[in-house]
């Protein structure tokens, strides 16, 4: 079984680079619409048996059950934390990917790569299942960031997402001896996180639909949007 897991801050706190860009009814907006894109894309991929989102906002729980997504919620902040904490309840519960099972996989997405296809999710889950086990399979952003991992099994090396950290998980698979793949997908490359980003993002043709409409109807017309 594969799992998807994805972390989301609370919507208050999400997308704090772009606050001179677009103030907090728009971050909050566009933070649930970028969930929704990826919940959308991840649904339809072929290789995935679940879907699961941690957060601590009731807000963004409430919309990935909507989506179809499982939820953990988690008080406590902190990315790869929350995203450790995420594996081991996934990994615990019946029928979750078992670290001790190489057959198993979890999927670390971040929520901020609205535009993801789902082929591109697919080719990153049919490499690892032709790949060497133990091992991840990491596809980059295009600042040298972490858009989306997989491990093979669950839990191989410690979760080391934040700048750097394509450099940083595959340092981390080095020292644990096992197999590093990188994988360059389009669709995964940009990551929403800056204010050039807005635009690299629109500049390009694919995934996010949501996301999209949101920033070209923001770019429209500078007003606020309700989340």
Not at 98 to 115: N, P, R, Y
Not at 141 to 165: E, K, Q, Y
Request: aromatic share 2%; hydrophobic share 40%.
């Amino acid at each position: 079984m594969t799992v998807a897991l994805i972390p989301v801050k609370r919507l208050e706190e999400s997308k704090s680079r772009l606050l001179s860009r677009l103030p907090d009814a728009e971050r909050q907006a566009l933070t649930l619409a970028m969930l929704e894109d990826l919940l959308d894309a991840l649904s339809r991929t072929r290789g995935l048996e679940r879907i699961a989102v941690t957060t601590p906002d009731p807000v963004v729980a409430e919309r990935a059950i909507t989506a179809g997504a499982e939820i953990l919620m988690r008080p406590e902040p902190g990315l790869n934390a929350a995203l450790e904490d995420g594996r081991e309840r996934l990994c615990a519960a019946p029928g979750g990917p078992s670290a001790e099972t190489s057959a198993q996989s979890i999927l670390f997405v971040l929520g901020d790569v609205a535009g993801a296809l789902p082929e591109d999710f697919e080719r990153l889950l049919s490499a690892g299942t032709r790949g060497d086990t133990p091992g991840i399979w990491l596809a980059p952003s295009a600042d040298g960031g972490t858009s989306a991992l997989l491990h093979r099994p669950a839990g191989v090396i410690p979760c080391c997402f934040g700048r750097d950290s394509a450099k940083r998980h595959r340092e981390a698979a080095a020292g644990a001896g096992i197999a590093y793949h990188e994988i360059e997908l389009p669709s995964l490359a940009i990551d929403l996180d800056q204010p050039e980003d807005l635009e690299a993002f629109l500049a390009t043709r694919g995934g996010g639909a949501r996301t999209r409409a949101l920033l070209e109807r923001v770019e429209r017309a500078g007003g606020e949007t309700t989340p």
